[in-house]
């Protein structure tokens, strides 16, 4: 789970240097950052737990930094498409960049092509508002990635990035 954590972090940092809004970059950096902290105390948590054995207090503190932790790396997702959403920059040569570019790309066209289908096929209530029951949710970054986790469900617990691995291999 730190390590998926540090994964995100790293994800966040990329796409916060390509993010053409200030804003949005800003937000991105603070979120990554926050994931940081809460990826490293879960660390130091379990590690101490490992060592202390099982009681009631630590398995208690353990659960709640995971649910910190899953809470900061949604907020990283979440600012990572407001980032898309604003635009970013050309990537550079990095593969790592480029595979986060190339992913959020994907997302944008899914969003693009969602929102595309729901305009041709909105129904209209009687004020011509469009209504809501039975609307597909529009896509976003969380679902994509979610979409991604069962192929990586095979992944060691403790991967050691090898030579020609790239952030987006881990778990995004």
Same mark, same amino acid.
């Given at each position: 789970?730190?390590?998926?954590?540090?994964?995100?972090?790293?994800?966040?940092?990329?796409?916060?240097?390509?993010?053409?809004?200030?804003?949005?970059?800003? =937000?991105?950096?603070?979120?990554?950052?926050?994931?940081?902290?809460?990826?490293?105390?879960?660390?130091?948590?379990?590690?101490?737990?490992?060592?202390?054995? =099982?009681?009631?207090?630590?398995?208690?503190?353990?659960?709640?930094?995971?649910?910190?932790?899953?809470?900061?790396?949604?907020?990283?997702?979440?600012?990572?498409?407001?980032?898309?959403?604003?635009?970013?920059?050309?990537?550079?040569?990095?593969? =790592?960049?480029?595979?986060?570019?190339?992913?959020?790309?994907?997302?944008?066209?899914?969003?693009?092509?969602?929102?595309?289908?729901?305009?041709?096929?909105?129904?209209?209530?009687?004020?011509?508002?469009?209504?809501?029951?039975?609307?597909?949710? =529009?896509?976003?970054?969380?679902?994509?990635?979610?979409?991604?986790?069962?192929?990586?469900?095979?992944?060691?617990?403790?991967?050691?990035?090898?030579?020609?691995?790239?952030?987006?291999?881990?778990?995004?």
């Amino acid at each position: 789970m730190v390590s998926n954590g540090q994964v995100v972090v790293k994800f966040g940092n990329i796409l916060a240097k390509h993010c053409l809004d200030q804003r949005c970059s800003t =937000e991105l950096l603070r979120a990554a950052e926050h994931t940081q902290s809460i990826s490293s105390q879960l660390d130091i948590v379990a590690r101490v737990k490992a060592v202390t054995g =099982e009681s009631k207090a630590s398995s208690e503190l353990l659960l709640c930094n995971m649910q910190n932790l899953i809470q900061a790396v949604q907020h990283v997702l979440r600012a990572a498409e407001a980032a898309c959403v604003k635009g970013l920059g050309q990537p550079s040569a990095d593969p =790592e960049e480029e595979e986060v570019a190339a992913f959020c790309q994907q997302w944008r066209k899914n969003l693009t092509e969602h929102r595309a289908k729901e305009a041709l096929n909105s129904d209209r209530d009687e004020l011509g508002l469009r209504k809501t029951q039975g609307a597909k949710a =529009e896509p976003t970054l969380i679902s994509l990635v979610q979409e991604q986790l069962p192929r990586s469900r095979n992944i060691p617990k403790h991967p050691s990035p090898r030579k020609g691995h790239t952030v987006m291999d881990r778990h995004l």
